[in-house]
């Protein structure tokens, strides 16, 4: 299995243990990781079978004025930045330790402004890979409605009614 991570995040695989495929043939991300993974699979010569999208960086819905602000704090403070980045992950519930490794301002400037669009998922779809997608309807950090309505006809979409980013609910 190929596993993309989020945005300045390392060995974040591990938040979604139960909704990961063990396969050689899959390829996964998480949020930033998401993008690259589906890039991923609508590029490569080689075999995949499923696409798993963890809380897809969803942002096309998102006014300009919200990205230039997300870049500026970024540009400005990027460990300050990060860690309210990771507190907005895990809310509305308890932060938990990650693995962090600072990114960049392209880094967040690609995640900010990627759009999700036809071509992209019907090229990957025309590989023969079925695509699923999982989203937290707790999220504070993406659009879910927007993102559940775009993947819909693409996907299989699963909702985590009380998850986090991270796909985490309260216990």
Known sequence: MTF???FSLTNDRRFFGPFVRESGYTVAGFSYGAIKAALHAANSMSRIDTLQLFSPAFFQTKKSSFKR?????????SEGYFLRFIEGCFAPYEVQDVEM??????????????????????????????????LGLEDAIIDVS??????????????????????????
């Open 146 to 171: 927007g993102a559940k309505e775009f993947f819909l006809p693409y996907a299989t979409v699963t909702t985590v009614r009380r998850g986090n980013h991270f796909l985490q609910e309260c216990k």
């Open 69 to 77: 602000l997300q870049l500026s704090s970024f540009s400005t403070d």
């Open 4 to 6: 993309y991570s989020g």
């Open 101 to 134: 490794k600072i990114g960049t301002v392209d880094e967040l400037n690609e995640l900010l402004n990627f759009v999700w669009n036809e071509d992209l998922m019907d090229k990957i779809i025309d590989k023969g890979i079925k695509i699923e997608v999982y």
